[in-house]
């Protein structure tokens, strides 16, 4: 019974370690695979074998990183820019809003008050100007003002003008005709036909400018009626006067250019001055002959 044992024992059995040994050498080469059969599994299938080696393969696994990232950073700026504002953010900006409203509403109360203010001055200054100025000057203008016995008796708002001797100079120009200039235009009324003028004159041969008469040495004006020929009376002093007086302002200086024929002649008296004459005449008043024929006072208002 003893043998019997020991003689089923593997140790004693060769056959049975070289069936173990050639069935472990089976396993092994199942398990690691045969290297010739895989190299021929890859030249049988070349597809396998471009799946291993395509290189888009690999970028196609990246891709979808970066567009899961591109996505997340576009949800993340559309979720800045809609996101709803707070409480504490609508006040803020409604302070901000009130605070420019008010300062533009301030600005314009400014201005609009200094406006105001220039208007107020300007229409006091204007005021002041009209009804006291020109007031004063449309009181007395074309008045007597003043000492009535002064010479020369000018009225009020006269040029101041009127109260300097003019001079005359000499021209050897050709005169056929009167010649009126006006040299200082008054602001009065016009002399009218019928009128008698006072007037302060210098008077001077025009083509030497000697003087032979004036009234600014004796300090006293002289009153004349013009217009008579006009009226178809007999003038009472020469054309030259009673033509180119008339219609002039009271207040003004005038040249006159008379030629001989309508002043003393070029045959004159003697005593009288020959050929064309020059005369700077100042018209300082006007009056009306009422019906007893005196004359009342003109003021040459």
């Known amino acids: 019974m003893a043998e019997e044992t020991v003689s089923l024992g593997k ?126 000057k449309n009181r007395i203008k074309c008045k007597p003002v003043g000492d009535a016995n002064a010479f020369p008796p000018l009225l009020g708002g006269m040029d101041k003008g009127l109260a300097t001797e003019p001079k005359i100079t000499a021209s050897t120009e050709e005169i056929t005709s009167l010649k009126t200039k006006v040299l200082i235009k008054g602001d009065c009324k016009a002399v009218k036909a019928g009128q008698t003028v006072t007037v302060n004159y210098v008077g001077a041969t025009m083509k030497d400018g000697k003087v032979f008469d004036a009234s600014w040495p004796r300090k006293k004006t002289i009153e004349i009626p013009v217009g008579q020929k006009q009226l178809r009376k007999q003038p009472q002093v020469i054309e030259g006067w009673d033509e180119g007086l008339v219609g002039l302002k009271v207040g003004s200086r005038v040249q006159l250019d008379i030629p001989g024929s309508k002043a003393y002649g070029d045959d004159a008296p003697e005593g009288y001055p020959k050929g064309t004459l020059r005369f700077i005449v100042d018209i300082l008043d006007a009056k009306d002959a009422d019906d007893s024929g005196g004359l009342p006072a003109g003021f040459g208002g």
């Open 11 to 136: 140790k004693d059995d060769p056959d049975a370690d070289a069936e173990a040994a050639d069935g472990a050498g089976d396993d092994t080469a199942d398990e690691d695979g045969d290297p010739a059969d895989a190299s021929d599994a890859a030249a049988g299938d070349p597809d396998a074998a471009a799946d291993g080696d395509d290189p888009d393969a690999t970028a196609d696994d990246d891709e979808p990183d970066k567009s899961d990232k591109s996505d997340k950073s576009a949800k993340a700026k559309n979720a800045k820019t809609v996101a709803p504002a707070t409480k504490a953010e609508k006040r803020a900006a409604a302070r901000i809003a009130a605070a420019k409203v008010a300062r533009r509403r301030r600005a314009g109360q400014a201005i609009a008050g200094t406006m105001i203010v220039l208007l107020v001055v300007g229409g006091a200054f204007a005021g002041v100007w009209y009804f006291g100025d020109r007031a004063e």
